[in-house]
């Protein structure tokens, strides 16, 4: 399944490490920002991951400074391994969200993989980044079949400058 831009993103309403739901965050409702950041991550077995989600959680004012309100980081890990994610990485201020479901990866665009070594769960998403407009729809999408190639944070917080300097519109809705 593929999103469409301008068009509304499904439901999370995941708990988060350390208490609490992605509801709570007021994903897509403009709240302290235009858009919000949905980050969907591996998980604890991989690498570049720990080193996005370090960056983000590093970069969340830079992120704000763009209009960018609110920001999450989701997988389909277990609630003990989200929080070895958070512990073990020293994510501090960005929230993580577990517990996805394969439909609700699905639903979101995701692509899907099975473990090929130890240490990966039986099943889990590859990587994705969602920006939302304030209203809950899809700004902008990218997702990924591999653990390489996302989308640099300079070039996600460039193109969210650039959306909100110059009233940029969703694409690719056609």
Known sequence: MTLIP???APALGLPL?????????????GDGGRFSLVVFYRGLHCPICRKQLSEIDKRIEDLKGTGIGHVVAV????AERSHQVVDR????????AYGLTEEAARAWGLNLSHAIKDGEPDLFNEPGIFILDEDGTLFWSSTATMPFGRP?????????KYAQEHDYPARGAA
Not at 17 to 29: E, N
Not at 75 to 78: A, G, K, V, Y
Not at 152 to 160: E, H, N, P, R
């Open 6 to 8: 301008t068009h509304s």
């Open 17 to 29: 490490v350390g208490g609490g739901s992605t509801d709570d965050l007021k994903l897509g409702t």
């Open 75 to 78: 997988s389909m890990e277990t």
């Open 89 to 96: 990485w020293h994510v501090a201020n960005l929230p993580a």
């Open 152 to 160: 640099s944070l300079d070039d996600v917080i460039a193109g969210v």
